[in-house]
């Protein structure tokens, strides 16, 4: 009689977690980046800098007593709390996401050590993507420690879960995007200061220059709608043309993209679209910033992943 044969083995499926505590870079950037003190400073100096704010807003709201009773002007004084915490966090996370994962290549190669990393069994895909999580993990602490200073803003109302959740979905993408970013120059350049120089105008200019671009268009963009038409009256086309590219700038800059999402809470209740109102009348909705910045930035992330892995793979040949 033939031997029976020994049915297949099937292999667990792993979860990202465990992924995670399985790839040997992470566990080691993560390991070395907490044993120094520059993580403890940056953690000290987030909260001391957020509290140091909320209490500033907090003691200018106190300074008139009929202000402080009124319930209204209590929960204003909430979301005040809270954007305050909020808009600080997302400064705060764009630069420090870039700067933490800026490094970690190009630090291998002055180290002359990315040689004998890349002879190893690892292969270039696990050695971009546990680099990027050290980073973004070490962000995500940092986003964490605001946590207290931010719900401080649920003792005088005006804050709802679903503010929370976006915000959070919001400063989340921001690092994972932001860090990705850092880590791209930093697979592109052999030198560490070339790498955070870039990495560092790529995000002023995505923090601020975008919003002064899109100022700069708004004046422009107005004056030739009223310019073109012959009767005074803009066409309904120019002037949805001119709206959607405004929409489409405010939804690429972090700092666009918060402003307008709170705005718009705030002004229509509404956190998943956002209304244009045209001169004769007619609204024209789009969905609200941070949806569309969530998706961009997401791809974008993608891609600069993607990227990564190819320009290691290339040093190799």
Same mark, same amino acid.
């Not at 790839?23 to 400073?41: C, D, H, V, Y």
């Not at 969530?294 to 290691?312: E, F, G, K, M």
């Given at each position: 009689?033939?031997?029976?044969?020994?049915?297949?083995?099937?292999?667990?499926?792993?979860?990202?977690?465990?992924?995670?505590?399985?790839?040997?870079?992470?566990?080691?950037?993560?390991?070395?980046?907490?044993?120094?003190?520059?993580?403890?400073?940056?953690? +000290?100096?987030?909260?001391?800098?957020?509290?140091?704010?909320?209490?500033?807003?907090?003691?200018?709201?106190? !300074?008139?007593?009929?202000?402080? =009773?009124?319930? =209204?002007?209590?929960?204003?004084?909430?979301?005040?709390?809270?954007? +305050?915490?909020?808009?600080?966090?997302?400064?705060?996370?764009?630069?420090?996401?870039?700067?933490?994962?800026?490094? !970690?290549?190009?630090?291998?190669?002055?180290?002359?050590?990315?040689?004998?990393?890349?002879?190893?069994?690892?292969?270039?895909? =696990?050695?971009?993507?546990?680099?990027?999580?050290?980073?973004?993990?070490?962000?995500?602490?940092?986003?964490?420690?605001?946590?207290?200073?931010? =719900?401080?803003?649920?003792?005088?109302?005006?804050?709802?879960?679903?503010?929370?959740?976006? !915000?959070?979905?919001?400063?989340?993408?921001?690092?994972?995007?932001?860090?990705?970013?850092?880590?791209?120059?930093?697979?592109?350049?052999?030198?560490?200061?070339?790498?955070?120089?870039?990495?560092?105008?790529?995000?002023?200019?995505?923090?601020?220059?975008?919003?002064?671009?899109?100022?700069?268009?708004?004046?422009?963009?107005? +004056?030739?709608?009223?310019?073109?038409?012959? +009767?005074?009256?803009?066409?309904?086309? !120019?002037?949805?043309?001119?709206?959607?590219?405004?929409?489409?700038?405010?939804?690429?800059?972090?700092?666009?993209?918060?402003?307008?999402?709170?705005?718009?809470?705030?002004?229509?209740?509404?956190?998943?679209?956002?209304?244009?109102?045209?001169?004769?009348?007619?609204?024209?909705?789009?969905?609200?910033?941070?949806?569309?910045?969530?998706?961009?930035?997401?791809?974008?992330?993608?891609?600069?992943?993607?990227?990564?892995?190819?320009?290691?793979?290339?040093?190799?040949?």
């Amino acid at each position: 009689m033939s031997a029976i044969p020994a049915p297949p083995t099937i292999k667990p499926r792993r979860s990202f977690g465990e992924m995670l505590r399985r790839n040997p870079i992470t566990l080691k950037e993560m390991r070395s980046r907490m044993r120094g003190r520059r993580a403890f400073a940056v953690l +000290t100096l987030n909260v001391f800098l957020l509290g140091l704010l909320v209490s500033l807003i907090y003691m200018a709201y106190a !300074a008139s007593a009929q202000v402080i =009773s009124s319930p =209204s002007s209590l929960q204003s004084l909430g979301k005040a709390i809270f954007a +305050t915490a909020v808009g600080m966090q997302l400064l705060i996370t764009c630069f420090t996401s870039s700067s933490a994962a800026v490094g !970690a290549i190009s630090a291998e190669r002055e180290r002359q050590t990315f040689e004998l990393l890349r002879t190893t069994l690892l292969p270039a895909r =696990s050695l971009v993507i546990g680099k990027l999580a050290a980073a973004v993990l070490f962000n995500l602490l940092i986003i964490l420690s605001a946590i207290p200073i931010a =719900s401080l803003s649920f003792f005088f109302g005006g804050v709802t879960l679903e503010e929370i959740a976006i !915000a959070s979905i919001f400063l989340i993408v921001t690092a994972i995007a932001f860090s990705t970013i850092g880590l791209f120059f930093s697979s592109l350049m052999r030198r560490t200061s070339q790498a955070t120089a870039v990495a560092t105008v790529v995000t002023l200019l995505l923090t601020f220059g975008l919003p002064v671009v899109m100022l700069i268009l708004q004046g422009l963009l107005s +004056t030739m709608v009223y310019v073109s038409s012959q +009767t005074g009256v803009p066409s309904v086309e !120019a002037e949805i043309t001119r709206n959607f590219i405004l929409w489409l700038l405010i939804s690429i800059s972090p700092l666009s993209a918060g402003v307008a999402t709170l705005a718009t809470m705030l002004d229509s209740q509404s956190a998943l679209t956002m209304t244009m109102t045209l001169s004769n009348g007619t609204s024209i909705t789009y969905p609200s910033p941070w949806i569309t910045y969530t998706l961009i930035y997401l791809l974008l992330s993608l891609l600069l992943i993607w990227l990564s892995v190819r320009v290691v793979k290339r040093v190799d040949k």
